[in-house]
């Protein structure tokens, strides 16, 4: 049995604390997910093709409403991945300059400018 929001108040002195259950598989999955769905095979088929489990991949298809609103197109190459950013910040503090042109980005302006400002901030 749980304890009332008061009386966690009481033991706690603050409300109590959201829970925000397991963390979400992410939109590459759901992605893949929607991807698989345009073949024209069921909701339970595409979540096991993409490795999530039946629930997950009829949650995904309820809650669009069959539509994959966002995720029709995939994001623009306009932004850096976290995977090149972390690229850049390796080859940075290992002092190459020019990091930009070693993770062949289209977007060599903003890497480098990415890259320089990262390499000039001070260390805490």
């Keep these: 049995m749980g304890r009332s929001?008061?009386?966690?108040?009481?033991?706690?002195?603050?409300e109590a604390m959201y829970s925000p259950g397991a963390p979400s598989l992410g939109h590459v999955m759901e992605r893949r997910f929607w991807q698989q769905i345009a073949?024209?095979?069921?909701?339970?088929?595409?979540?096991?093709?993409?490795?999530?489990?039946?629930?997950?991949?009829?949650?995904?298809?309820?809650y669009r409403g069959g539509m994959p609103l966002f995720m029709s197109k995939p994001i623009a190459g306009r932004y850096l991945s976290f995977a090149e950013r972390e690229d850049i910040a390796l080859l940075s503090g290992q002092g190459h300059r020019a990091a930009h042109l070693e993770i062949h980005s289209p977007l060599d302006f903003f890497v480098f400018r990415y890259a320089d400002s990262m390499r000039h901030q001070s260390p805490e």
């Design 5 to 14: 929001a008061k009386q966690v108040y009481r033991l706690t002195g603050r």
């Design 39 to 62: 073949t024209g095979i069921t909701s339970e088929k595409a979540a096991e093709a993409v490795g999530v489990s039946q629930a997950v991949g009829s949650r995904w298809f309820r």
